[in-house]
């Protein structure tokens, strides 16, 4: 297994995204109090101690992929939501699914990437079981992978606005998402994607 490169800096981009999915977290472990829920590969018996932050610090630190990936697992969580309204991410499932949603941002999105095994140990589960959830997640997108410039601009511009609206101070140079990552992107994407949701259902 590689050395892990660990960056000292934390983007703000990542604490905000950690912050949505903790508001999302929040909002349907309320509402699954309430009824019966579905079980899958991604649900842990109990609640994992490390925080949604920490956990996604964590995945930043040690998986050396590039910023634009964030975007694109934040744009995969919100299809596997729309795809499977079941299976609502919260606090027994967020951790999972960030981490296979990142795994499989990156080797959509990067050149070189880590393989299964080490995103298994950055992530704190068995690579058997990453496996499982990389399997499980790209069924539960359909393998809608495709993400456009288009996509890829309007969720940065969502998240944008609300990163502003929540901390109206900060600078625009350090905010500006689209302009900081889209270098990333591979605009060799089709333009056309055709099922493109206008609705973010991750938003709270």
Known sequence: MADFESPTEIPKFITFLSSLLQRVAESNNVILSLQSQKLSVFHGLTRPSISIQSYMERI???ANCSP???IVAYVY???FTQRQPTLPINFFNVHRLLITSVMVAVKFMDDVYYNNACYAKVGGISTTEMNFLEVDFLFGLGFHLN???TTFYKYCSYLEKEMMMLQPKINMSESSLYMGISSKLHLSF???ESSHHQQQQLAV
């Open 60 to 62: 930043f630190k040690y």
């Open 68 to 70: 634009s990936c964030y």
């Open 190 to 192: 089709s333009e056309d």
């Open 77 to 79: 969580l919100d299809r």
């Open 147 to 149: 993400v456009t410039p």
